[in-house]
């Protein structure tokens, strides 16, 4: 799989910050796990991670809620590639020759409590700590792992 970066996000009334030069989105793989990840930026300027599981995986199609892992916040999504996303924003990737394409993403977010949102209105959650990039993608590694271990 190719690595992508995306920058689609118009931030300057969002102020001062490491978002400021982070990508919105960027599709990579896991070189321990071989697995699809993604971090994708929310509406409220927080940062999600996500491993995508392949389809003979026994995790495949299984709810977040019934998978035991350890993450950031835990986990708090669960799904296919929704077609009417687009590359540029979605929860989606674009898979390289012989690497699945229907994989199903595990995914948590940095929008929790004491976590900053730099994008959310009027200065609400903008207390706390911004969940930086470097800090997102290795909590995008530690849960490749786990699920590769299931």
Same mark, same amino acid.
């Given at each position: ?7 689609? &996000? %118009?931030? @300057? #009334?969002? $102020? %001062?910050? /490491?978002?400021?030069?982070e990508p919105d989105k960027k599709q990579w +793989? %896991? +070189?321990?796990? =071989?697995?699809?990840?993604? &971090?994708?930026?929310?509406? &409220? ?6 491993? =995508?599981?392949? /389809?003979? @995986? ?6 977040? *809620? ?6 950031? $916040? ?5 799904? =296919?590639? *929704? ?5 540029e924003t979605g929860i989606c990737h674009i898979?390289?020759? =012989? ?15 004491? *976590?900053? @949102?730099? $994008?959310?209105p009027n200065g609400i959650g903008r207390r706390?700590?911004?969940? *930086?990039? !470097?800090?997102?993608? @290795?909590?995008? !590694? #530690?849960?490749? +792992? ?5």
């Amino acid at each position: 799989m190719e690595t992508k970066e995306y920058r689609t &996000i %118009d931030k @300057s #009334s969002w $102020g %001062d910050g /490491p978002w400021q030069n982070e990508p919105d989105k960027k599709q990579w +793989q %896991d +070189q321990a796990t =071989g697995m699809a990840c993604l &971090i994708v930026r929310n509406h &409220i300027g927080a940062l999600c991670g996500y491993v =995508g599981v392949p /389809p003979d @995986s026994p995790l495949h199609g299984k709810d977040y *809620d019934s998978v035991d892992v350890s993450v950031h $916040g835990g986990l708090t999504f669960a799904s =296919g590639c *929704d077609p009417a996303e687009t590359e540029e924003t979605g929860i989606c990737h674009i898979a390289g020759p =012989g690497e699945p394409d229907h994989v199903w993403w595990f995914g948590f977010d940095c929008s929790h409590y004491m *976590d900053l @949102s730099p $994008g959310y209105p009027n200065g609400i959650g903008r207390r706390g700590t911004y969940r *930086d990039f !470097a800090y997102v993608e @290795s909590e995008v !590694a #530690s849960l490749a +792992q786990q699920l590769s271990r299931l």
